[in-house]
């Protein structure tokens, strides 16, 4: 931060976006040399002296508090009217579960990224992509979820389970390893995504690996035959549009061979629509979409 003292011109501050002060006070000003605008510290955040942020772009706009939040769900572009900054949470598609009904990996949650002070330009309109959930399948291993994108920001895809004595696949959060014989790794991981899939155990028809979530890693299976799956990782928790909600939990995986059935393997997450949750035995084989929300102060 620059600050010069000029005898007929006055005080003038200065700083970057990332220069800002470390520790504001309410009412602290200056000139924003990235945003090229002058800025004031409303005790919570930056904004504009030049006047109100507005956009356009997304599926829902709504308010929370003092926010006024943009939901994509389906692909788009998200277009502010001036120079500002945002905060986002960017969450892509989880993987599906490995082979149904038994034997299955649980999918790897999608990649979960947030942040605050993101900075925009005038009428640029930011790419928006919305990553989908992997598929589940009857004999091989679980697709992968796609990436979700806002701007230069990408998360990955959740990793498919594995199926039958196969590891997991890498993704944002690894898929679950294939239940069988042999034990079999979990999917590896995006650091600062997500977390590694679990693995499966060495024993005859032993069930599968959970898929590893934003807030932890997949469980390890269980037990022979009559086994169960590795529980799904933990997600984690957002309030960005208002409300406290679940994202980026891991799938839990499938039992072994004898008596399988959906319902009865690791505990996972339902396939809930835009939380990019991994497929789960438990549950829906299929991951769950992703989703962006972008909020800025209204």
Request: charged content about 10%.
């Amino acid at each position: 931060m620059a600050v010069e003292i000029h005898g007929t011109t006055g005080i003038a501050a200065n700083w970057t976006t990332e220069g800002r002060p470390s520790s504001p006070t309410a009412g602290q000003q200056g000139y924003n040399t990235t945003l090229k605008q002058m800025e004031v510290y409303l005790g919570t955040d930056w904004i504009s002296m030049a006047g109100k942020l507005t956009a356009t772009g997304g599926d829902t706009i709504t308010t929370a508090g003092d926010y006024t939040v943009h939901t994509f769900t389906s692909s788009g572009t998200f277009t502010p009217n001036k120079n500002g900054s945002v905060e986002y949470l960017v969450v892509a598609g989880g993987g599906g579960l490995g082979r149904a009904t038994y034997y299955g990996g649980g999918g790897g949650a999608g990649g979960f990224r947030t942040a605050t002070g993101f900075a925009c330009s005038a009428s640029s309109a930011l790419t928006v992509t919305i990553g989908a959930g992997g598929v589940a399948s009857g004999t091989v291993s679980g697709t992968s979820g796609g990436n979700s994108v806002f701007s230069t920001i990408t998360s990955v895809g959740g990793g498919g389970g594995g199926t039958t004595d196969v590891i997991g696949l890498f993704g944002g959060s690894g898929g679950g390893g294939g239940g069988n014989d042999t034990a079999k790794a979990g999917g590896g991981s995006v650091d600062g995504q997500g977390n590694d899939g679990g693995a499966s155990q060495t024993s005859g028809a032993s069930a599968a690996g959970g898929g590893g979530g934003a807030g932890g890693v997949g469980g390890t299976s269980t037990g022979t035959n009559l086994g169960t799956g590795g529980t799904g990782g933990a997600g984690l928790q957002s309030s960005i549009n208002g409300t406290a909600t679940d994202y980026s939990a891991g799938g839990g995986g499938a039992r072994g061979y004898y008596n399988p059935a959906h319902g009865v393997g690791g505990g996972g997450w339902a396939n809930i629509a835009n939380r990019g949750h991994g497929g789960s035995a438990t549950t829906n084989d299929d991951g769950s979409s992703g989703v962006v929300i972008i909020r800025y102060l209204s």
